[in-house]
């Protein structure tokens, strides 16, 4: 018997997520060393030595299941934000989040509505219950938030995620635009605002979308500590929103789903200002460094609001296997709809050189 007949089509239906390749793996592959991981977002400078320290402390109490409700943590996060606690949801990364919103809210048959090339967890998390997604064509690779308001409403979506700035096209929408979305949006259909890579956003681009809660009792936001936190491994990620919506999201989380390691060293890489000033520091010349190589080679890329950016180039899978036989993993975005392209998380200096002279030394081979 087959035994994938047993779940339910809906199931069945779904291509898994492809994550970026470990360099591990590429190490046994090719029996290499020195590889340079660029492929999944992640902080080059590690993380807070402060968030590492509380990690290891934390180490000692193993043996005992975490708080389950994360009291420290989200005390930490409520004094932040200035909202009281049972606005705020833990998850085991933002993926968590994203999941319990889908789980909560949404069954067979209801509709949900994305971007075109956003982040693939959406489709997999209204697909994982059932749910039905409606893509909406992208402008300029970017959200049309026009164009996914008029669909949610004409087809009578229950729910609508956004990626702020988006993850692979980087692209990003202004706080004044998203307001005027959401104050025009029935307030029925749920908006999971997925803001991932927020703490890269410049200056001049900041917006408060957490003031919007008390306007908007549907919205959602979700945050990371997987990014310029760097504690991606850990899994740890929030959600803040209204308690009606947060109770609905933790009435389907498992009870200790963010481990004490993971909210300990959250704990402290939240007060740690100076490692995300680095780290954005770091994201802006490096993002400089890349994009002034690319336009000085004449590589079409999609200018970027996060820490990595995607490029156009003639036979991309054939160029991403040649930077990995380099020693240099990037990531192929063909399951977002993007098959011409490549995706670069931005590295160290170094790191950078080193993909920029593997892309080089490519083209020169062509
Ligand atoms: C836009 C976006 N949202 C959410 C996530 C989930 O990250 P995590 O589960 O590590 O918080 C990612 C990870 O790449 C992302 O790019």
Known sequence: MNYSDLAPPYIRAIAPYQPGKPISELERELGISGIVKLASNENPLGASPKAIAAARAALDEIALYPD???????????????????HIVLGNGSNDLLEFAARAF???????????????VYALATQGVGATGISVAAKNFGHDLDAMRAAAVAQGAKMIFIANPNNP???FLPGDKLHAFMRALPANILVVLDEAYNEYLPEECRYDSVVWLKEFPNLIISRTFSKAYGLASLRVGYALGNPQVID??????????????????????????DFVRQTFELNRRGMAQITGEFTKLGLEYLPSFGNFVSFKI???????RRLLELG???????????????????????????????????????
């Open 169 to 171: 096209t980087g692209t």
């Open 328 to 366: 240099v993993i990037v990531r192929p975005i063909a399951n977002y709809d993007m098959p011409g392209w490549l995706r670069v998380s931005i590295g160290l200096e170094t790191e950078n050189d080193k993909f920029l002279s593997a892309l080089k030394q490519i083209l020169g081979e062509q």
């Open 314 to 320: 003639d036979d991309a899978m054939a160029v991403y």
């Open 248 to 273: 609905m999201m933790n009435r389907v989380r498992q009870p200790f789903n963010v481990n004490s390691v993971a909210q300990a060293a959250a704990v402290a890489a939240l007060h740690d200002a």
């Open 106 to 120: 949404l069954t067979i048959g209801d509709k949900v509505v994305y971007s075109d090339h956003a982040f693939a």
């Open 68 to 86: 389950g409700n994360g009291f420290d943590l989200k005390d930490a996060l409520s004094q932040r934000y200035g909202v009281v606690q049972n």
